[in-house]
C-alpha cells in the first residue's frame, strides 16, 4: 500500500510537470504562420481594442480629459478603417488567387482528358 501510495505521488506532479510539453509537441503542426499579413493585421487590431479599453478606463476616472479622449477615439479610427481596408485587399487578393486556381486546375483536368483520348486511340 505505502510503495502504490509513493507511486502515485510521484507520477501527478510529473504528469502535471510533462502535461505541458507534451501538449505543445502536439500543436507545433498546427501553428500559424506569426509572420503572415493576417498575424499581424490582428495584432494591430487587439492593440486598438486595448488602447480604447485603456482610454475609456483612464477617462471615466478622471485621469484623461475629454478632449484628449476624442483624440485618441478618432486616431484609432482611422488605424481601424486602415486595418479595414488591409483586410478587404487581403480578402480581393485571396479570392483572385483561389480563383485564378481554380482556373488552373481546369486546364489541367482538360489536358488530362485531352491526353487520355489521345493516348486511347493510339493503343
Same mark, same amino acid.
Given at each position: 500500500?505505502?510503495?502504490?501510495? !509513493?507511486?502515485? =505521488?510521484? $507520477?501527478?506532479?510529473?504528469?502535471?510537470?510533462?502535461?505541458?510539453?507534451?501538449?505543445?509537441? #502536439?500543436? %507545433?503542426?498546427?501553428?500559424?504562420?506569426?509572420?503572415? $499579413?493576417? *498575424?499581424?493585421? +490582428?495584432?494591430?487590431?487587439?492593440?486598438?481594442?486595448? #488602447?480604447?479599453?485603456?482610454?475609456?478606463?483612464?477617462?471615466?476616472?478622471? +485621469?484623461?480629459? /475629454?478632449?484628449?479622449?476624442?483624440? &485618441? /477615439?478618432? %486616431?484609432? !479610427?482611422?488605424?481601424?478603417?486602415? &486595418? =479595414?481596408? *488591409?483586410?478587404?485587399?487581403?480578402?480581393?487578393?485571396?479570392?483572385?488567387?483561389?480563383?485564378?486556381?481554380?482556373?488552373? =486546375?481546369? /486546364?489541367?483536368?482538360?489536358?488530362?482528358? $485531352?491526353?487520355?483520348?489521345? #493516348? #486511347?486511340? /493510339? $493503343?
Amino acid at each position: 500500500m505505502l510503495v502504490i501510495l !509513493a507511486v502515485i =505521488i510521484t $507520477i501527478v506532479p510529473a504528469l502535471i510537470v510533462l502535461y505541458p510539453l507534451i501538449k505543445r509537441l #502536439g500543436l %507545433t503542426e498546427l501553428m500559424k504562420d506569426e509572420s503572415s $499579413i493576417t *498575424a499581424e493585421l +490582428n495584432r494591430r487590431w487587439d492593440s486598438i481594442v486595448a #488602447g480604447l479599453k485603456t482610454a475609456e478606463l483612464e477617462m471615466s476616472i478622471g +485621469n484623461l480629459s /475629454k478632449d484628449d479622449y476624442i483624440w &485618441i /477615439k478618432e %486616431t484609432y !479610427a482611422q488605424e481601424t478603417a486602415q &486595418i =479595414i481596408q *488591409a483586410m478587404e485587399l487581403q480578402d480581393e487578393e485571396e479570392q483572385e488567387l483561389m480563383a485564378s486556381l481554380e482556373k488552373e =486546375i481546369r /486546364k489541367a483536368k482538360q489536358l488530362g482528358s $485531352i491526353q487520355q483520348v489521345d #493516348g #486511347g486511340d /493510339k $493503343i
